[in-house]
């Protein structure tokens, strides 16, 4: 089985000790007290403040000898301290080079300096004054090494330091170099860095927290890295300044760990270093120049993996949300209204926008009384409402078959007439019976055929009436059952627009309770809300003899809030089966681990021989950042095979079946 670090997440801790200003020896100890902690948490990486050896607010004491000399040894004592340990350890002090003084970063692994990276930016305006003391990096100043106990070490600010066969690469910043137009994480970036480190010393002002956080969700996202920052803590002079050692962890964009105002303090955090490389490469506006110099590290390996058996209860610390197309999930419609509204605003107005520039006047589409139907109503709804045109227009259709029940034809009965739109029943009984006779099919047996003909027909419905209205036929299906294939083969699988093409079925909940929260009121509220608790069906099987649903696509195909966890780590982060599943046993944890994977199983066979239908999509908004148009995200060819997919999933049913 693979540890941790083979499926790609890199342990970092950021650390905030308390400082002795001018007093290396005391500092030394803190500073080897904190590494002791990070290696007992199993960090890879851990990091300290700016000029964390000294103190940052030294001021024109860095210029006495004693200081500098107590400095130079405390970092030797602290890199024999890390001998032994498989961690990457990053301190801040204060190097003479050639007579010049330096802030600079020491990265240090195992009892040895592998790199010296250099402040490249010096603030030198308002409450700071740093050009007092120390010297920018240039290339002209000196070599690009420096000379430390007869070794001569790699110095400048362009060091990449790699664990072998993890594919890592970090890189270095200190403080101002992330505050400036041209920041030195932007190169390094393009060099093929997805770890940063900013040893750092901001001071707090009203408002600089907010301006530190959106400066890294923007750099984190547009480099597509993960940005490790730690700032001096509170123990640091307070004569002019506060500085409240806020420490954030950030992974493209999203915020994993943070503190402030905590001093003697550590943060840790998984960086799925796996999903920043597979983003990275899919992002081919990225120009990598891969420069710089590389310096390689041992790999950390599995430390605290006794065993294989340990493997899928080992800690990750990292959230692991559930719900990843719907972030605020647990917190309610009320959390996240701005972003459903949205969603729904570039629904409605995609369909509004094609029906304009197409002159189409009248829109056609079957309403079940399901949740999907319903959700592509309201957004068509919208849409004519947004263009001044007559809800009449909209033609909506029933078309009960054998596994209608009442329930689901009154809530579609309701809907529309709540709506004013032109409302027809077209029972397709008959038809289909004819088909059976047609296709010597024996009605009794309700199989696939017995299915698909009545998908079909309904279909072949719409189309008709969209050649009589001179209509546009409005699809319903949703991304979840298109990476399933939940759909029939040029049945519900085919339209002329499909406004829930890019919406996953735990999204679509959402987007229907939303709407009758805030944009519904009496009746209609009322028949949203007894959608929204009606079981999925596609009600092609009868009910059972009291008229209740008897067939239940969650029964057949496993919940569907498992398999749009696996669509989106699957199709956003490139993740393999073994990663899905280890993260499946945390954001589901009340679910037997058997259970996860073999809807696993369902899941990948699906997504796999179902491609054909896919590569036939009708047109159809994006919404999030996961799609699976063939024209626009997702191409794949239909014959591929699966059986690495599925090996991997063998080999963890294996495991189980050992334990």
């Excluded at 003479?96 to 195992?110: K, M, P, Q, S, T």
């Excluded at 890295?225 to 803590?233: D, I």
């Excluded at 498992?562 to 982060?573: K, T, W």
Aim: charge should be negative.
């Amino acid at each position: 089985m693979k540890d941790r670090h083979a499926l790609g997440y890199l342990r970092t801790a950021a650390v905030v000790p308390e400082v002795f200003i001018g007093n290396p020896d005391k500092n030394t100890e803190k500073i080897m007290l904190w590494m002791d902690r990070a290696e007992a948490e199993q960090a890879d990486v851990v990091v300290f403040p700016e000029l964390s050896v000294t103190g940052y607010t030294c001021a024109d004491m860095f210029f006495q000898e004693t200081l500098l000399g107590a400095s130079d040894h405390a970092v030797s004592q602290i890199t024999a301290h890390s001998k032994g340990k498989k961690m990457l350890v990053v301190i801040g002090a204060p190097l003479r080079v050639h007579g010049v003084l330096f802030n600079v970063a020491y990265a240090i692994y195992d009892g040895e300096i592998l790199g010296i990276v250099p402040k490249s930016y010096m603030p030198n305006y308002s409450e700071f004054y740093e050009l007092r003391w120390f010297k920018p990096y240039t290339d002209a100043i000196l070599a690009d090494t420096v000379l430390i106990g007869g070794k001569e070490i790699p110095f400048g600010p362009e060091l990449y330091f790699d664990f072998e066969g993890m594919h890592t690469c970090i890189a270095i910043e200190i403080c101002e170099d992330l505050f400036v137009p041209n920041s030195p994480s932007v190169t390094h970036g393009l060099n093929g860095a997805n770890v940063v480190l900013n040893l750092s010393a901001s001071d707090e002002l009203v408002g600089k927290a907010d301006y530190r956080k959106s400066l890294l969700e923007a750099q984190t996202t547009k480099s597509v890295m993960a940005y490790v920052y730690v700032s001096a803590g509170m123990s640091e002079s307070t004569t002019d300044l506060l500085f409240g050692g806020h420490t954030m962890i950030y992974e493209n964009g999203t915020l994993l760990s943070e503190s402030r105002f905590e001093e003697d303090h550590m943060i840790l955090s998984d960086i799925d270093v796996e999903a920043l490389n597979i983003r990275r490469m899919r992002t081919t506006s990225i120009d990598s120049r891969l420069g710089g110099r590389h310096i390689r590290m041992t790999h950390p390996g599995s430390v605290g993996l006794a065993s294989e058996e340990t493997f899928y209860e080992s800690p990750i610390l990292r959230h692991i949300n559930a719900y990843p197309f719907v972030p605020f999930h647990g917190e309610g419609v009320e959390r996240g209204k701005v972003l459903l509204s949205d969603i729904f605003s570039i629904q409605y107005i995609g369909l509004a926008t094609r029906l304009k520039k197409t002159g189409i006047k009248r829109s056609i589409l079957g309403i079940s009384g399901g949740l999907d139907s319903t959700l592509a109503l309201l957004v068509t709804a919208e849409a004519y409402r947004y263009l001044g045109r007559d809800p009449k227009d909209i033609v909506a259709v029933t078309m009960p078959g054998y596994g209608t029940t009442g329930r689901t034809k009154g809530n579609a009965d309701s809907l529309m007439a709540e709506f004013g739109v032109t409302s027809l029943t077209i029972p397709i009984h008959e038809v289909c019976e004819q088909q059976f006779k047609d296709l010597n099919h024996d009605p009794s047996l309700h199989d696939i055929t017995y299915e698909n003909v009545q998908a079909r027909q309904r279909t072949a419905n719409l189309m008709n009436l969209s050649n009589k209205e001179n209509g546009l036929v409005i699809g319903t299906g949703d991304l979840s059952e298109l990476a399933l294939g939940w759909c029939t083969y040029n049945g519900d699988h085919m339209s002329m627009y499909n406004v829930n093409a890019s919406i996953p079925k735990t999204l679509v909940k959402y987007l229907v309770q939303w709407y009758a929260t805030f944009k519904a009121g009496g009746a209609l509220k009322a028949v949203l809300e007894d959608i929204l608790d009606t079981p999925i069906s596609p009600e092609l099987l009868p009910p059972d003899e009291n008229g209740n649903l008897v067939q239940k696509t969650e029964e057949k195909l496993g919940k569907y809030d498992i398999h749009d966890f696996i669509l989106y780590h699957l199709m956003r982060n490139g993740a393999g089966p073994e990663k899905i599943y280890f993260q499946l046993l945390r954001a589901f944890d009340d679910l037997a681990p058997k259970q996860l994977l073999e809807q696993m199983k369902v899941f990948y066979r699906r997504f796999f021989t179902q491609q054909f239908k896919r590569s036939t999509l009708p047109d159809g908004v994006k919404v999030g950042t996961v799609s699976l148009s063939p024209r626009g995200d997702w191409r794949m060819p239909s014959d591929m095979e699966y059986t690495l997919w599925m090996k991997e999933l063998d080999q963890i049913s294996a495991s189980l079946h050992a334990e």
